[in-house]
């Protein structure tokens, strides 16, 4: 991949050398020069998962029809100040309750720096799950989300015993029966869009999830994290800390597994986001614990901005995302997986099967390319922009 990306930053450095007397109409042409834009569309073609196909182009920094561009400067003088003023009273006003409940309250603390109030209990833990599922739906409702479309698919009985038959011995029979007693999936397991997934699930089922350990420490969010229970993780380290934060999510999920009071674990096994057409490779990190998943699939439908957060910026993507007068999301939840015998003794194949299950169920393209190709892909545009 390292190559790809030194063919494509030699190719334009090659067509841009060739040329002297094009600075002084520079001015008059497009953001993307020819040349630039067909190195592009060559890499488009190997990181097809990160690749943007809205109107605002790659990165958005493609050039904008009139109309658009006159919708943009109707929502910047009418939509953006109001929203940015209502999104910012509704993360105030949670970020207040969220204080005034862990008052007095010692947060749990655990090995490699965890820390978290998601195992608080009595009213303390209602008004925060309560009224931050609430305000979750408000602040999706204030982005421009009026209406969610969520589907619920049932397990049909004769499919159910298709599978039973299909997969279980006597022994398997037996622990998929205690897995069955408490009908509750150890972690909420979804596909990877945008940022916005993060509040749907928090509206939905307010879980815990895995963050950068930086987030614990900025302001009013880093306390909100708190209180969902989020896993710290050092994201850029390759330290031996990997297998501590790995034993944590572990013990977490088969803690909610166990408890109906824990807080549910909600884990991204593809490790970044996509454009939401594709499903990258699972890590097996959410099915090490060997407990029942719940598969949840997102989809941003769209006409001019695409809501997924791929390959652009992020202030530029709040700011376009500010300025649409209505975005959409489609949900689909699937039925609780609970896995055989083999796929508990093989996270990877649990892995496998349950993101195969989840690509058909929504004609998702699977994808064997990771967060690593796109850091290559971002840094081609990068430098293909730069050069134009």
Not at 13 to 31: F, H, I, N, Q
Not at 132 to 140: A, D, E, I, P, Q
Not at 344 to 352: C, I, R
């Amino acid at each position: 991949m390292e190559s790809e990306l030194k063919d494509l930053n030699s190719k334009q450095l090659k067509s841009t050398a060739s040329s002297d007397d094009g600075g002084s109409a520079k001015d008059d042409r497009p953001l993307l020069k020819p040349d630039a834009a067909e190195n592009i569309q060559e890499s488009e073609k190997k990181f097809a998962p990160y690749v943007r196909n809205d109107v605002y182009g790659t990165m958005g920094r493609g050039e904008l029809p009139l109309a658009e561009k006159f919708l943009i400067g109707i929502a910047i003088v009418t939509l953006l100040p109001i929203r940015v003023v209502l999104a910012m009273t509704v993360l105030v006003i949670y970020y207040l309750i969220c204080r005034v409940c862990t008052l007095f309250s010692a947060p749990n603390r655990g090995e490699d720096e965890q820390e978290d109030y998601a195992h608080m209990g009595g009213w303390r833990r209602s008004v925060v799950v309560v009224t931050g599922r609430f305000l979750s739906r408000v602040m999706l409702f204030v982005l421009g989300f009026y209406w969610i479309t969520e589907t619920f698919r049932i397990l049909d009985v004769q499919e159910k015993s298709e599978n039973e038959a299909k997969n279980q011995s006597k022994d398997e029979d037996e622990a998929k029966d205690q897995d069955e007693e408490s009908g509750r999936p150890g972690a909420i397991i979804s596909n990877h869009v945008s940022y916005l997934d993060i509040l749907y699930h928090m509206s939905s089922s307010f879980p815990s999830f895995v963050a950068k350990r930086s987030v614990a420490k900025l302001p009013l969010v880093g306390l909100i994290s708190k209180c969902l229970g989020c896993v710290y993780v050092q994201r850029e380290s390759k330290s031996s800390d990997f297998k501590g934060v790995s034993g944590v999510v572990t013990e977490r999920v088969r803690e909610a597994h166990r408890d109906k009071s824990a807080p549910m674990m909600m884990l991204f096994p593809e490790g970044t986001t996509t454009n939401g057409d594709y499903l990258l490779p699972f890590k097996t990190g959410a099915f090490l614990a060997r407990a029942p998943v719940l598969p949840v699939i997102l989809r941003y439908p769209y006409q001019r901005f695409s809501p997924a957060w791929d390959s652009i910026s992020g202030a530029r993507h709040v700011f376009f995302l500010l300025c649409q007068f209505v975005n959409h999301i489609e949900v689909t939840s699937l039925p609780v997986y609970h896995p055989s015998q083999q796929e508990k003794d093989d996270p990877k194949l649990y892995a496998e099967n349950v993101r195969r299950l989840m690509a058909s169920e929504r004609n998702l393209i699977l994808s064997d390319i990771g967060l690593a190709e796109k850091r290559i892909y971002h840094a081609a545009l990068n430098g293909l922009l730069s050069q134009s």
